[in-house]
């Protein structure tokens, strides 16, 4: 069975190479949980407060938060319209805060936290 875990790897790895990579790499999933807690947290602090700026130029002068799904004295383009741009910005902070916090994890420890 060892000869067929080397055949299939073409002789570059072997069975114990490949069990001690996944157990760091789920080592590193295990680590990474906590940084990447607080890193989704500042995310959406950030994304909120950049939304609110948006909101601000974007949305009516008048109001000062977007319309919520069950106000009945907005229309349904400004409500969705809220939606689209909140999504977008959450999305795109989120991403880019977890991208970068895998980047430094993995020069702090050696090991990517995702795969």
């Given at each position: 069975?060892?000869?067929?875990?080397?055949?299939?790897?073409?002789?570059?790895?072997?069975?114990?190479?490949?069990?001690?990579?996944?157990?760091?790499?789920?080592?590193?999933?295990?680590?990474?949980?906590?940084?990447?807690?607080?890193?989704?947290?500042?995310?959406?602090?950030?994304?909120?407060?950049?939304?609110?700026?948006?909101?601000?130029?974007?949305?009516?002068?008048?109001?000062g938060d977007p319309?919520?799904?069950?106000?009945?004295?907005?229309?349904?383009?400004?409500?969705?319209?809220?939606a689209l741009i909140?999504?977008?910005?959450?999305?795109?902070?989120?991403?880019?805060?977890?991208?970068?916090?895998?980047?430094?994890?993995?020069?702090?420890?050696?090991?990517?936290?995702?795969?």
């Open positions: 069975m060892l000869e067929l875990a080397a055949d299939r790897w073409n002789g570059t790895e072997t069975l114990m190479a490949l069990e001690t990579e996944q157990q760091s790499n789920t080592a590193a999933k295990i680590l990474y949980r906590p940084f990447g807690l607080v890193s989704s947290v500042i995310a959406g602090l950030v994304a909120g407060q950049i939304f609110k700026q948006v909101w601000k130029r974007v949305g009516n002068r008048d109001q319309p919520g799904a069950l106000e009945s004295e907005y229309s349904f383009k400004e409500v969705v319209l809220g909140q999504g977008a910005i959450f999305a795109a902070v989120k991403a880019a805060v977890s991208r970068s916090g895998a980047r430094a994890f993995e020069r702090w420890t050696g090991e990517w936290p995702g795969d």
